[in-house]
């Protein structure tokens, strides 16, 4: 009874049109077909061996707690990890979007590691096979290496997001 692979991560949101172009414009995720529910979303897609991995992106109806505003952070969750390739590809990308972000390299492996939020503060972990990736190693330095357990979100830097109408 094996699980074969990840169907998908359900991310609520305040914010759907900033979200969906951080996921897309960002990280570089494309839309897919959504069923046509009660309430506003999309789906984007992950390209995975096997099949698509999906991101459901939900805003209104029960992306909304009691306050009726959808709540920020990855709560329980401390973060979700990516498999990437192109590891200062992904960095000039955060830099170009004004995005703070965290390094990482994994002790005793050849795992190098970058930290980023989404819009709704999810904090998503991307990973990449060292020994494959040019350049320099990642920077541990103080203000730019990851340290567990701390928060670097900052909702003002994603508001650029939020200007731009959502197609």
């Known amino acids: 009874m094996p699980l074969t692979g990840l169907f998908h991560i359900a991310i609520k949101t305040a914010d ?10 960002v990280l570089g995720l494309r839309q897919a077909k959504r069923p046509a529910f009660d309430f506003p979303g999309a789906w984007l897609a992950l390209p995975m061996p096997g099949g698509d991995a999906i991101f459901h992106i939900y805003a ?8 009726g505003i959808a709540p920020n952070g990855t709560a329980a969750i401390d973060h979700v990890s990516l498999a990437a ?7 000039a990308k955060f830099e170009q979007f004004g995005l703070p972000y965290r390094e990482f390299l994994v002790p005793g492996t050849t795992l190098w ?7 709704s503060g ?4 991307l990973t990449f096979e060292g020994a494959a990736e040019p350049g320099r190693q990642p920077d ?3 203000g730019h290496g990851y340290l567990a357990g ?3 979100f900052d909702p003002e830097k994603y508001k650029s997001f ?3 109408e959502f197609a």
């Open 16 to 25: 759907l049109g900033a979200t969906v172009r951080f996921y897309c414009d």
């Open 60 to 67: 209104g109806g029960p992306a909304m707690g009691p306050s």
């Open 85 to 91: 390739i192109g590891f200062h590809d992904y960095r």
């Open 113 to 119: 590691q970058l930290f980023v939020y989404d819009p």
């Open 122 to 125: 999810v904090q998503l972990e």
């Open 140 to 142: 541990m330095s103080p």
């Open 150 to 152: 701390t928060n670097f």
């Open 162 to 164: 939020a200007t731009r």
